[in-house]
């Protein structure tokens, strides 16, 4: 069962919210303190990508964030309704592989339009370079990204 | 926490002073900086990060754009990072071959092409 759920709509701003109850629930369940900062940065990610995946596709629902604490383990879940067509899965891939071409003239060969195509691509690379339990579903009805971090059990009456 | 954003002139280098969280809330006011920065003819700049305490994917997009819109005009973008956390974003992400970055505002002031 979660410990912790959250919904939220589909607006940047809520994500910034996501990151604090993330890291505060993180904090709770004894992941440990210099990782906080990675949970943090993975969540908001992850979040922002399914805020993304949303207004995109402009689906009203809301973004789904669950947070488990288990044994010896704290993870989380970041859900979208976003339809992907089977056999489609996003792969997380680096920048550096993505735009082989970095250091030319800085226009990437990949998509690089402006400023915005470049973010959903690197959110996916922050998230595969921070967390090292991570795992990227995409279905008709919607995607996840499940997150994992190493916790101590916390302390009695904590 | 917020953003806070500084602006000052150290020779033909203009050096942007950036604290706080730069996010995707925040991101839009450090980009509208950056670009007024570029209209107004500012094409080598120095982005201090001394003060930041959280960077996302979205900020990482804003200092990309800000590095093709300075190149667009011959000019440079140079960072200022000595916090781990931070640079170790620019690391996973394969920017740090993307940006210079320097650990002193002098040391960036002071680096040729």
């Not at chain 1, 082989?100 to 339009?113: F, I, K, L």
């Not at chain 1, 009805?141 to 009456?157: C, D, E, L, Q």
């Not at chain 2, 200092?63 to 974003?89: D, F, M, P, T, Y």
């Amino acid at each position: 069962m979660p410990t912790v759920e959250l919904r939220f709509s589909a607006l940047p701003e809520h994500v910034r919210t996501a990151r604090l109850v993330a890291a505060a629930v993180a904090r709770r369940a004894g992941v440990d303190e210099a990782v906080l900062d990675e949970v943090r940065l993975a969540v908001g990610e992850a979040c922002l990508r399914a805020v993304g995946l949303h207004q995109h596709n402009g689906l009203s629902g809301p973004v789904r964030v669950v947070l488990t604490e288990e044994e010896k383990k704290f993870s989380i879940e970041v859900g979208d309704d976003a339809p992907t067509a089977p056999g489609h899965v996003p792969a997380a891939r680096s920048t550096a592989e993505t735009h082989p071409d970095p250091d030319g003239d800085g226009n990437a060969s990949g998509p690089g339009g402006d400023d915005a195509d470049v973010d959903d691509e690197m959110g996916l690379a922050v998230i595969s370079g921070l967390v090292d339990d991570v795992e990227v579903t995409a279905s008709e009805s919607g995607g996840t990204i499940r997150m994992s971090w190493p916790a101590a059990t916390a302390a009695p009456g904590s | 926490m917020d953003l806070s954003l500084s602006t000052r002139t150290v020779g033909d280098r203009t050096v942007v002073e950036v604290g706080g969280e730069i996010d995707v809330y925040t991101a839009p006011k450090l980009r509208e900086q950056l670009v007024e920065l570029v209209n107004d003819g500012s094409y080598h700049l120095v982005v201090d990060m001394e003060r930041v305490d959280f960077l996302d994917s979205t900020g990482l997009g804003v200092l990309v754009g800000g590095l093709k819109r300075v190149r667009a005009h011959e000019g440079s973008l140079r960072l200022v990072c000595n916090q781990e956390r931070i640079l170790k974003i620019f690391r996973i992400t394969g920017l740090t071959k993307v940006f210079p970055i320097h650990t002193s505002v002098d040391e960036a002031v002071a680096a040729k092409d």
